[in-house]
């Protein structure tokens, strides 16, 4: 398999855009900015891509992790209020941005693979990164983000190739990831 594949390409354009655009002293306002331009462009590809390739299966698995994600992170900052570190309101907990991210980045990686998920799952960072330079959340916030939006869009996407399936699980008393291989 080669590294540079055609979808492998434009997802690390992207990323490696993203890192040199993030100047050290950024204002909170740039890493806001930055934040949601890198969120809104990982959600684009996550329905841009299989749609150019005419996987409509994948199109609504996209839109089916993304908005579920979105529903459990407006159902927990209502549920559990916190007050952002600017102040600005209590819906701090968990990250709105990070969480859709992470769930855009969880099934880009689980429909095309890990060259496409490698640099998704990078912005996908970047974007928390932001939230927490931006003064918009913790890094607890994030961090929760990143997990709903991780386990969605894994939980939603399936792989475009069945034989390799990475399923998440949990119970009372543990959680962990099963993975099946077909040969």
Do not use: C
Request: proline share 5%.
């Amino acid at each position: 398999m080669k590294l540079f594949t055609p979808r492998f390409v434009p997802t690390a354009a992207i990323a490696l855009s993203l890192g040199l655009a993030a100047p050290v002293s950024a204002s909170e306002n740039g890493w806001d900015d930055a934040g949601t331009i890198a969120k809104n462009a990982l959600m684009v590809a996550a329905f841009a891509m299989p749609a150019v390739e005419g996987d409509w299966e994948g199109v609504l698995q996209a839109g089916g992790s993304i908005g579920g994600t979105m529903l459990i992170t407006q159902g927990m900052k209502e549920a559990f209020p916190s007050h952002r570190p600017d102040g600005s309101d209590n819906k701090s907990f968990p990250s709105g941005h990070t969480s859709t991210s992470f769930a855009a980045a969880a099934t880009l990686h689980n429909r095309h693979g890990w060259e496409v998920g490698l640099p998704a799952y990078v912005v996908a960072s970047f974007v928390g990164l932001s939230r927490v330079e931006a003064k918009r959340h913790r890094v607890g916030d994030v961090l929760v983000g990143a997990a709903i939006g991780t386990a969605t869009g894994h939980l939603i996407t399936t792989k475009a190739n069945e034989r390799v399936q990475i399923i998440p699980w949990g119970d009372t008393k543990g959680a962990g990831v099963a993975m099946s291989m077909q040969f």
